[in-house]
């Protein structure tokens, strides 16, 4: 649709700014459902990004997105082998999550690693070549009918709460919309426009990153301070971090596959500024002095070269003060960031386009843009923010001593499983029923946010892991005596089943194995608490199910 300087001659229903993963997946379900979309970005596709690899939740989201709003071409995204097989083959994947614990000047101990391994029944998870998705997704998005304005900076945003948006670009041209979504970035127009931006951020993390691609990475399986480890997965087949005092690195290969055409690596160094403060030093000299001091990850990139420039970033943490007002929302990296620790970036994005997408639709149709409907699109977002912010920075505070970064790497490992556990649970009875109520079930929440709303010895877990970590970085209370109170509070919990033995300091890796599965199975049904039980029962009905129809 040809630019127009006639604010009255074009009208959509919703304007996205920002094209990628959060823009072109939005834009492509509200246009499937009748929307009329703008999608608008300063850039053009296909472009660098970071944010690559998956978690069991993230396809479980996709999978549920895909089904709910009627889009089938979002279902291949939701595992490894839809994604090789009908998006692209320069991904890679990803079978566990793997950590290895260093210490400057001193020799790996073989025992100081953890792993959470994806089970074999699913194997869904992927390392995306996010320039491939993220291209994928946008021009879904077109194929459905959003109207694309690649190459477009808006330089103005008008929003009158009784009848809409007017865009300006920076050529003049005029664009009116009834609502707003702004997936953009740090640099988003509307919360520059509005003064969103909580300053300072209330962020308790603080790190900062030097990234890029690389070719050339070896994997660390082969390196000498590996070859005791007795983890169940290739470090290879998965995501590897890297931890130590002050941050993690991560390594994501592309490669990892015979299938893979993508000789790629992504590899990225997350620091503490306060531990390494960021200097005018370049990046890649930088990555390279932390490499002279840590030579058993050196061995991994003896030969590698990064194929793109070096990106150095300031502080990561950002967030706002609120993100949905009268006629607009941010969502994504516009409304907030912590660190990619985790993946949870791309889970929190599409669980705002699942709760937000049905509301633009059903507004798009009622012409009721009341904020009182996108009320829960806050109270979701703020508390993604803050779960992942406890989370991360309990991690922090953990590298600096192996038996507390122990503890609260298994914290994690809860929120992984037992999230996706409530997610699988309300997928399950959509299938059986067709009836999306159950989604709505999900937000009637008093924890927005939280991975397991419903069980509050899982909340008071975080709460109080959160707590000892900030009386640990105080120097109020010992990095040991923290470790035993919180894996303590796991051995004596209700939520998950006693012979996972994650309250065990040893349990350093977990495998859900067939075994495992049968004894949770028996748990469920004789000893879990209600709540978790049958959900549990029902996620694993509908995750069997789900591979089946996949093979």
């Known amino acids: 649709m040809p ?50 690899s998956t978690i069991p939740y993230t396809s ?30 320069n991904c890679g994947q990803k079978q566990n999550f793997g950590f290895v614990y260093h210490r400057e000047g001193r020799s790996q101990d073989p025992r100081e690693v953890n792993q959470l391994v994806v089970p074999a029944a699913l194997r869904t998870e992927t390392h995306l070549f996010r320039q491939d998705i993220d291209a994928y997704l946008f021009h879904l ?34 664009y009116r919309a ?33 990234f890029t691609h690389m070719v050339g990475v070896k994997p660390f399986d082969d390196a000498p301070a590996a070859a005791r480890h007795g983890q169940p997965s290739p470090w290879h087949h998965g995501t590897l971090h890297h931890v130590f005092d002050g941050g993690w690195l991560w390594v994501i290969p592309f490669d990892n596959h015979e299938q893979s055409m993508n000789p790629l690596c992504s590899v990225g160094l997350t620091l503490d500024p306060r531990v390494f403060p960021k200097t005018d030093i370049e990046p890649e000299r930088e990555f390279q002095d932390f490499l002279a001091r840590f030579p058993e990850i050196a061995w991994q990139f003896k030969d590698a070269r990064a194929v793109r420039p070096w990106v150095s970033t300031g502080r990561l ?27 949870r970036g791309l889970t929190n994005t599409l669980e705002l386009v699942n709760v937000l997408a049905w509301r633009l639709i059903a507004a798009s149709k009622d012409g009721d843009w009341s904020l009182d409907r996108f009320s829960y699109v806050e109270a979701l977002q703020q508390g993604l923010f803050d779960f992942h912010d406890d989370l991360v920075f ?31 649970d309300a997928y399950y009875r959509f299938e059986k029923t067709g009836d999306d109520k159950v989604f709505l079930e999900l937000e009637d929440s008093m924890r927005p946010g939280s991975p397991l709303p419903v069980s509050e010895g899982f909340n008071a877990m975080g709460d109080l892991t ?80 789900t591979r089946l129809s996949r093979d």
Not at 10 to 21: C, E, K, N
Not at 327 to 339: E, K, N, P, Q, V
Not at 511 to 539: F, H, Q, V, Y
Request: glycine share 10%; proline share 4%; aromatic share 8%.
């Open 317 to 343: 943490q950002y967030s706002a003060k609120q993100v949905v007002g009268e006629r607009y929302c941010l969502t994504s990296h516009a409304a907030g960031f912590i660190d990619a620790l985790y993946s």
């Open 60 to 89: 479980g989201m996709t999978r549920l997105i895909a089904s709910r709003y009627g889009v089938p071409e979002l279902m291949p995204l939701s595992s490894f082998k839809g994604v090789r097989g009908k998006v692209s083959r």
């Open 141 to 174: 998005a077109v194929k459905y009918g959003a109207q694309p304005l690649q190459g477009t900076r808006i330089a103005e945003v008008d929003i009158d709460p009784d009848s809409g948006v007017v865009l300006k670009t920076d050529r003049g041209a005029e």
């Open 178 to 210: 009834s609502y707003i979504v702004d997936g953009s970035g740090f640099r988003s127009p509307l919360a520059e426009k509005l003064d969103l931006r909580e300053t300072p951020t209330r962020a308790r993390t603080h790190s900062r990153c030097v």
């Open 466 to 545: 959160r707590e000892l970590c900030r009386q640990v970085e105080a120097g109020t209370v010992a990095a040991g005596t923290a470790a035993e109170r919180i894996l303590g509070h796991i051995a004596d919990a209700d939520f998950i089943a006693p012979s996972f033995k994650l309250g065990l300091p040893e349990t350093h890796c977990f495998n859900m194995s067939p075994g495992k599965m049968a004894k949770n199975a028996i748990w469920c049904r004789r000893d879990a608490p209600p709540e978790i039980g049958k959900r549990m029962i029902n996620a694993s009905k509908g995750l069997v199910r």
């Open 394 to 424: 309990s991690s922090f505070v953990g590298f600096g001593d192996y038996d507390l970064w122990n503890a609260v790497n298994r914290t994690w490992m809860l929120g992984t499983m037992l999230g996706n556990v409530m997610l699988e």
């Open 3 to 52: 630019a127009t300087k006639d604010a009255d001659s074009v009208r959509y229903d919703v304007a996205i700014l920002g094209s990628g993963m959060a823009g072109g997946m939005l834009g492509a379900v509200l246009a499937r459902n009748g929307v009329s979309v703008l999608l608008i970005d300063a850039g053009t596709h296909p472009r660098f990004a970071v944010g690559e």
